[in-house]
């Protein structure tokens, strides 16, 4: 299976990245909609689309304002946006037929639960702490899984939860020596969200949302890191994963 890496910022674009989202395009699953959701049109290939949003901060869910572009003259046959109730309300109520953006959402909704299914997979939530509403998932499938973790301040609380998956996606907006300002802003550094990949024995990591501010290669100080974990994968808007 393969996960493209559509966003992979956090807070606004910068040159290089755009902000939160990611596609199985295989399932016609997307997670987050930040500003790289306009790229969710290249790789449309299911009649079916699930957008699984983890909070409404709008480098999360600016993206769903561009599904007329994203949908136009493609043969899909529904968008359901998969959310916390409030989320849900914000996004149909606040974000869609406002003066921020005036046409009326037509989407389907579907509230999540502590577990559910979609298209035949398992699908699990987790609170995380970000100082607001937000929530993980976890996917599985017969032969695989796969755990989605951001905007959170990494603990080993949710180590159960990802526990085992073949490839974890995590938040890293700040390396160690900014950890003064992921306790604030209820963000992860590059050493906890490392230490987490070890103690829940997942089988790859790959690091995202980082600070746009922080350009580079090593967005993440990984050369800093007080741990480590084998193959870490710093993701870059345009990477493809197979898992």
Partial sequence: ????????????????????????????????????????????????????????????????????????????????????????????????????????????????????????VRVRTCPLDHGTPCIGYRFDWPDRSLAYVTDTRCSERYADFVRGVDLLIHECNFPDRLRHLADLTGHSVVSDVLRLARKAEVRRLCLTHFNPLLTGDDPAGLDQAETSFPGVIVAADGLQIDF
Avoid at 35 to 40: D, I, K
């Fill in 1 to 120: 299976m393969r996960l493209c890496m559509l966003g992979t910022a956090g807070y606004h674009p910068n040159e290089t990245r755009h902000t939160a989202c990611c596609m199985l395009p295989s399932q016609g699953f997307v997670l987050d909609a930040g500003t790289g959701f306009f790229r969710v049109r290249d790789h449309l290939v299911t009649p079916r689309l699930h957008v699984f949003l983890t909070h409404v901060h709008l480098d999360h869910v600016a993206g769903l304002t561009f599904l007329l572009d994203v949908l136009w003259e493609k043969p899909v046959e529904s968008v359901t946006v998969h959310a916390l109730p409030e989320h849900l309300d914000v996004v149909r109520k606040q974000l869609f037929g406002s003066l921020l953006f005036p046409v009326e959402f037509r989407y389907r909704t579907q509230p999540v639960q502590p577990e559910f299914e979609v298209e035949g």
